[in-house]
């Protein structure tokens, strides 16, 4: 029986993919082999020693400690672009959002008092406060033309705007997707210098934080509108106040509020609504409870953001050795010579490195040994060994 626990609420179509007779699945268990989240903060937790795997069924894994886990030999997965339109079409409302006043508006039509007429004379002498722009011409700046900036982009080419995207380490894959009209830049600068809207779509990290700073917002035309669907921290709140504050930004629509933002009058903060789709949480759960179950019951990894891609299909009716360890010289030589002094032949193996470590399975004719799986995890450098039957 495999022990799964749960740190979120997963959807339930991701968690039917763990059949009952060979998992158990609970928020509190003992001994759990892997871990299901979210958005649940990880790093402040002890994560338990028997969790051979990490699956977020999401896209950012900045609540989890990929580096410690990559350490222990622990496999952490995600959910790639499984969330990604949910984002797009929030990114989308945002857009319009501002673009037409539509909160302020809102706010103003509640605060309204009196009888159908009076509100009818109030609402046409009040509508003035609230004349919008259209998006058509305007220009957007994507920042990240990964699983969502690439939707965010096509889709606001499709609405008639001009796009202009960045990403230095944009895949072949995202390119070929890509609309043909939407203009690549070559700095952070050059899409903030010509942006009506920012919208970023980068994962939070070192090269990231206040990357949209003060100067930056300062360079865009003025009355612009930046959106930050991705983390917070990556646009600075302090900066983007003051923007708004001077009239620079007419608008600032974020998923992260802080005391600073949420009751500003032209900021638009929501409750990290981002991925809160009914579709994009089944289809997160999904993906990474079937990432999961590949790993623990055959060894394969796909979609981890710290292992390398091995998938090996099952041939052989021995033994499978899962085995991860530092990427130095001669590991390859040690597995198979402790498989070879056990006398056990080897069907099928792959090995493939990411980084600093590298990713090993075996299949065996025959069963392996107990002394074999001590011998192996004695090897210096060798950091997780399974043996999967
Ligand atoms: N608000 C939400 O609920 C919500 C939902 C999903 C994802 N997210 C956030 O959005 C982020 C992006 O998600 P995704 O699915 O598009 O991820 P992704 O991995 O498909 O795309 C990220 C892209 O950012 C690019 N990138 C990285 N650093 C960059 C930099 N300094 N400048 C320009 N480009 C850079 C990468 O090359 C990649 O193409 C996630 O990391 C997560 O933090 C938020
Ligand atoms: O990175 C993500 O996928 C989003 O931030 C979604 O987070 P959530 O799963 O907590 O909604």
């Given at each position: 029986m495999y022990k799964i626990q749960t740190l979120n609420n997963i959807s339930v179509k991701g968690l039917d993919r763990l059949p009952r007779d060979r998992y158990e699945v609970a928020s509190e268990i003992g001994h759990p082999d892997a871990v299901l989240v979210r958005s649940f903060k990880m790093h402040d937790m002890v994560v338990p020693e028997t969790v051979v795997a990490i699956g977020r069924a999401g896209a950012g894994v900045n609540n989890i400690p990929v580096e410690a886990m990559s350490q222990r030999g622990v496999a952490v997965f995600n959910a790639p672009g499984a969330n990604a339109n949910a984002v797009k079409e929030l990114v989308l409302a945002g857009m319009f959002l501002a673009a037409r006043n539509i909160c302020q508006a809102w706010d103003y039509t509640r605060s309204l008092e009196g009888d159908d007429a009076s509100l009818n004379s109030q609402v046409e002498a009040g509508k003035k406060q609230f004349v919008g722009f259209e998006l058509p011409g305007r220009t957007l700046g994507v920042i990240g033309l990964g699983a969502i900036g690439v939707k965010v982009a096509n889709a606001a080419s499709a609405l008639g705007m001009n796009v202009v995207g960045f990403d230095p380490g944009i895949t072949v894959g995202r390119a070929w997707e890509l609309e043909s009209d939407v203009r690549q830049a070559h700095t952070v600068d050059e899409v903030v210098g010509q942006s009506d809207f920012i919208s970023v779509h980068v994962p939070i990290n070192d090269h990231t934080r206040?990357?949209?700073?003060g100067d930056r917002l300062r360079m865009m035309p003025a009355g612009g509108v930046v959106l930050n669907f991705s983390r917070a921290g990556i646009i600075d709140d302090e900066a983007a106040i003051a923007a708004l504050d001077e009239g620079h930004l007419s608008a600032y629509v974020n998923d992260f509020p802080t005391n600073l933002t949420r009751q500003h009058p032209r900021c638009i903060t929501l409750p990290h609504l981002g991925a809160s789709t009914r579709e994009a949480e089944e289809n997160c759960a999904v993906l990474v409870a079937d990432q999961i179950r590949d790993y623990l019951e055959n060894g394969n990894v796909r979609n981890s953001v710290n292992f390398p891609e091995v998938v090996m299909p099952r041939g052989g009716k021995g033994d499978r050795l899962s085995l991860v360890n530092s990427n130095v010289p001669n590991m390859l030589g040690q597995i198979s010579t402790a498989l070879a002094s056990a006398g056990l032949n080897i069907d099928d193996m792959y090995n493939k490195s990411r980084g600093d470590l590298a990713y090993t399975l075996v299949d065996v004719e025959g069963e392996i040994p107990a002394g074999v799986i001590e011998d192996l995890r004695g090897i210096e450098g060798v950091l997780a060994v399974r043996v999967i039957r």
């Amino acid at each position: 029986m495999y022990k799964i626990q749960t740190l979120n609420n997963i959807s339930v179509k991701g968690l039917d993919r763990l059949p009952r007779d060979r998992y158990e699945v609970a928020s509190e268990i003992g001994h759990p082999d892997a871990v299901l989240v979210r958005s649940f903060k990880m790093h402040d937790m002890v994560v338990p020693e028997t969790v051979v795997a990490i699956g977020r069924a999401g896209a950012g894994v900045n609540n989890i400690p990929v580096e410690a886990m990559s350490q222990r030999g622990v496999a952490v997965f995600n959910a790639p672009g499984a969330n990604a339109n949910a984002v797009k079409e929030l990114v989308l409302a945002g857009m319009f959002l501002a673009a037409r006043n539509i909160c302020q508006a809102w706010d103003y039509t509640r605060s309204l008092e009196g009888d159908d007429a009076s509100l009818n004379s109030q609402v046409e002498a009040g509508k003035k406060q609230f004349v919008g722009f259209e998006l058509p011409g305007r220009t957007l700046g994507v920042i990240g033309l990964g699983a969502i900036g690439v939707k965010v982009a096509n889709a606001a080419s499709a609405l008639g705007m001009n796009v202009v995207g960045f990403d230095p380490g944009i895949t072949v894959g995202r390119a070929w997707e890509l609309e043909s009209d939407v203009r690549q830049a070559h700095t952070v600068d050059e899409v903030v210098g010509q942006s009506d809207f920012i919208s970023v779509h980068v994962p939070i990290n070192d090269h990231t934080r206040n990357l949209i700073n003060g100067d930056r917002l300062r360079m865009m035309p003025a009355g612009g509108v930046v959106l930050n669907f991705s983390r917070a921290g990556i646009i600075d709140d302090e900066a983007a106040i003051a923007a708004l504050d001077e009239g620079h930004l007419s608008a600032y629509v974020n998923d992260f509020p802080t005391n600073l933002t949420r009751q500003h009058p032209r900021c638009i903060t929501l409750p990290h609504l981002g991925a809160s789709t009914r579709e994009a949480e089944e289809n997160c759960a999904v993906l990474v409870a079937d990432q999961i179950r590949d790993y623990l019951e055959n060894g394969n990894v796909r979609n981890s953001v710290n292992f390398p891609e091995v998938v090996m299909p099952r041939g052989g009716k021995g033994d499978r050795l899962s085995l991860v360890n530092s990427n130095v010289p001669n590991m390859l030589g040690q597995i198979s010579t402790a498989l070879a002094s056990a006398g056990l032949n080897i069907d099928d193996m792959y090995n493939k490195s990411r980084g600093d470590l590298a990713y090993t399975l075996v299949d065996v004719e025959g069963e392996i040994p107990a002394g074999v799986i001590e011998d192996l995890r004695g090897i210096e450098g060798v950091l997780a060994v399974r043996v999967i039957r």
